[in-house]
């Protein structure tokens, strides 16, 4: 039977027992209920192997660093700050590096900053990173009847039978590449990805010389003003607060690994020490299915896709079941549906969970939802039609009196050509450029800074 670890510190060894024997007989059963987007591993023993060695592994985050992103996130749920989370789509072993984190993690602190500054509210940054390697699919093989790439953490993206099948080991590098890249988050976060000076130098240049940057160049100005009034006054250098890492609960023979007790929250719980905040995505959150049941049993704070097929009721069936404790920041309601349709979905999901009396986190994805394949065979997306699904988002938000918290993007800080638009004006033809992501396309560091400037007039107090 599996045991939890507990945190230092933590008393009573016949408390420790029983609330062990609880949390690890909820823990089976939640396994064992269906679970959808599995890899077909060939050989469950070698998996069963894997995941023994993992769960003697180290954990990436405490439970104590968890506790302290979901009192933060209670203030973005109370309309007391904002949530930004960003990165790769999906995070590949190759591109674990510290260039690729520090252009991804340095585009959302820059977005961090023109935000904060226009709604006037701390900004909670969370990336997409040190984890984010399995993808869900929707078909189980490809247009050449091979099995579908699902993640660098189940099978690699190259065409043959062989590097297509699932192999657990791949767990063990993906924990791996996922402890260095943590270790990176933390050294960034707390050095020069810190620093408001550096991240506004970097956002002037953007203004100064992007196409997309000129028509912002007053409240870049401002911000410069702001922050040489704070050293002229004597204040202390203005930095940011901490980078939080999150990824998507999709495999659960992963997810299973380096559980925390957590004896402290409303009821004992386990915490995750993979990542700081998990989410459960649009083809997973089937109420009856092992990725809700196991969402329930975390102490992170958690997330859940809402697309455009889901129902009032069912959003605050979540809520009750995966918040009966009424913890402001426990959940974030991540709305994907199509930006044609987010002003029609959402409005009843709001109306209702605020009829409840329950505080959430309501987060915008405006990437999934709003994908297309060019005649060329490119996933792309279009800045318009990202801007707009935010703008209805927000239009939603403001005519029923709720706080727009979140948003929730794939993006990165280097420059790729995978989403076309922006004041650049990349078009199809421009694809095939810098087309790199692994999986779904990315805004690139000038289309993103540019969203964030535009989308920053709306939050302006
Ligand atoms: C994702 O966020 O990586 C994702 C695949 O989202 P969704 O579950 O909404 O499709
Ligand atoms: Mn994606």
Redesign the pocket.
């Known amino acids: 039977m599996y045991s939890p670890r507990w945190p230092p510190g933590t008393p009573g060894r016949i408390r420790r027992r029983a609330v062990e024997r609880t949390l690890a007989d909820r823990l089976e059963a939640a396994l064992a209920r269906p679970a959808a987007q599995q890899p077909g591993w060939p050989d469950p023993d070698r998996v069963r192997a894997v995941v023994r060695r993992l769960t003697a592994g180290e954990p990436l985050v405490t439970p104590a660093e968890t506790r302290r992103l979901l009192d933060r996130l209670g203030a973005v749920a109370r309309g007391e700050a904002l949530l930004l989370q960003s990165g790769d789509?999906?995070e590949t072993f190759a591109e674990s590096t510290e260039p690729h984190l520090r252009a991804n993690l340095g585009l959302l602190r820059r977005m961090a900053l023109v935000l904060t500054h226009a709604a006037g509210l701390p900004v909670v940054t969370v990336a997409?990173a040190a984890g984010?390697y399995a993808?869900?699919r929707s078909a189980a093989v490809d247009a050449h009847g091979l099995p579908v790439y699902r993640g660098d953490i189940v099978n690699s993206a190259e065409s043959s039978h062989t590097a297509r099948t699932p192999d657990p080991e791949r767990m063990v590098r993906a924990h791996h590449h996922a402890r260095e890249a943590m270790t990176v988050v933390r050294r960034l976060a707390h050095g020069d990805l810190a620093d408001a000076h550096a991240l506004h130098e970097e956002n002037h240049r953007f203004v100064s010389t992007a196409p997309g940057g000129r028509r912002h160049r007053a409240r870049a100005a401002e911000i410069g003003r702001g922050l040489r009034f704070m050293t002229g006054v004597g204040a202390p250098a203005p930095r940011l607060g901490e980078i939080w890492t999150s990824h998507?609960a999709l495999l659960l023979d992963y997810k299973r690994t380096l559980l925390w007790a957590d004896p402290d929250g409303p009821e004992p719980r386990l915490s995750s020490g993979l990542a700081h905040f998990l989410?459960?995505?649009?083809?997973?959150?089937h109420p009856d299915g092992a990725h809700i049941a196991f969402a329930e049993l975390l102490a992170n704070p958690v997330g859940v896709?809402i697309?455009p097929n889901t129902t009032p009721e069912q959003a605050l069936d979540y809520l009750r079941r995966l918040d009966p404790h009424g913890e402001p920041g426990r959940v974030t309601l991540?709305s994907?549906m199509g930006h044609n349709r987010v002003r029609e979905v959402l409005p009843p999901i709001v109306e209702k969970v605020t009829a409840s009396g329950r505080q959430v986190i309501w987060s915008c994805?405006p990437?999934?939802?709003n994908s297309r394949t060019t005649a060329a065979g490119y996933k792309t997306r279009c800045y318009d039609h990202i801007l707009d699904k935010i703008t209805g988002f927000l239009e939603v938000h403001r005519a029923l009196g709720t706080h727009p918290g979140g948003l929730?993007l794939?993006a990165t800080g280097e420059d790729v050509t995978e989403c076309t638009g922006g004041a650049r004006g990349l078009t199809e033809d421009n694809l095939p450029a810098r087309y790199r992501t692994a999986?779904?396309p990315r805004l690139n560091a000038e289309q993103s800074m540019e969203l964030a400037f535009t989308v920053a007039e709306s939050y302006a107090t």
């Open positions: 789509c999906a997409r984010q993808k869900p998507k989410w459960i995505g649009e083809r997973t959150r896709k697309g991540i994907r994805d990437m999934h939802g929730h794939e999986c779904d």
